[in-house]
């Protein structure tokens, strides 16, 4: 199946400081990719859709200047974490829709978690 | 609206025993469905999906689950729990109202799986 990874798997930051999270689709090409959040226990919550060449369509709820998504290329997109806070910290999730794919099934990264101290 | 409901936030089963974890779904139009599993600090690994054709579904580590329309559900089994199974499930629903196809989970069921 379809790869995606994500850089870095944990990373730990002082509030204040902003974090780049990168996801990537390692053997296909994404037109769009999500990101996701993920709270202890809990679901995914849509952040936001990633469109490759255009602006990011953000759900409702979540601060388009706190969390920045660039989709510069096929297949890689990134997440930053503006100024980040102690209630920033959280698992971050990305994904990738493979065009043409019945169903259009996401395959997801592994996953960043992030700490604010 | 597509909606997911996933009934009981934890299931424990003795290794060996049967496997059920329960779905319920509303679409206003026909959807795809989705069973994914986390394990610990990692993202989802596809487990079986529901596209069109066949309402009985095969996936990997012996899962497989049925889509019942009338009931609007789409339970997943396995016929004998092993230890590696222990982890987060998360059933999905898309369907193209909206042109999207953006997937709604549920709650997620964590499966305990006991020697």
């Known amino acids: 199946g379809a790869v995606v990874s994500q850089h870095p798997s944990r990373v730990i930051c002082k509030s204040g400081t902003s974090v780049k999270i990168e996801c990537r689709s390692l053997?296909?090409?994404?037109?769009?990719m999500f990101w996701y959040r993920q709270f202890p226990k809990q679901s995914l919550m849509l952040m936001a859709t990633s469109n490759e060449g255009s602006k990011a369509t953000y759900e409702q709820g979540v601060e388009k200047d706190k969390f920045l998504i660039n989709h510069a290329s096929l297949t890689l997109s990134t997440l930053t974490v503006t100024s980040a806070h102690p209630e920033d910290s959280s698992f971050y999730i990305c994904s990738a829709r493979q065009p043409g794919l019945a169903g259009y099934e996401q395959f997801f990264g592994p996953g960043t978690r992030l700490t604010v101290l | 609206a597509q909606s997911v409901t996933q009934l009981g936030s934890h299931v424990s089963v003795s290794e060996g025993a049967l496997v059920l974890l329960r779905c319920n779904y509303s679409?206003?139009?026909?959807?795809?469905l989705f069973w994914y599993v986390q394990y610990p600090n990692q993202g989802l690994q596809l487990l079986l999906k529901?596209?069109?054709?066949?309402?009985l579904v095969k996936g990997i580590n012996g899962f497989e689950a049925e889509f019942k329309k009338s009931e609007t559900s789409f339970h997943l089994t396995k016929p004998s729990a092993h230890m590696s199974d222990a982890a987060e499930y998360f059933c999905?629903?898309?369907?193209?109202?909206?042109?999207?196809?953006?997937?709604?989970f549920g709650r997620g069921t964590s499966l305990i799986v006991h020697p």
């Open positions: 999905a629903v898309s369907d193209k109202a909206g042109g999207s196809y953006i997937p709604t």
């Open positions: 529901y596209t069109t054709g066949a309402t």
């Open positions: 053997d296909f090409q994404a037109t769009t």
């Open positions: 679409s206003s139009v026909p959807p795809y």
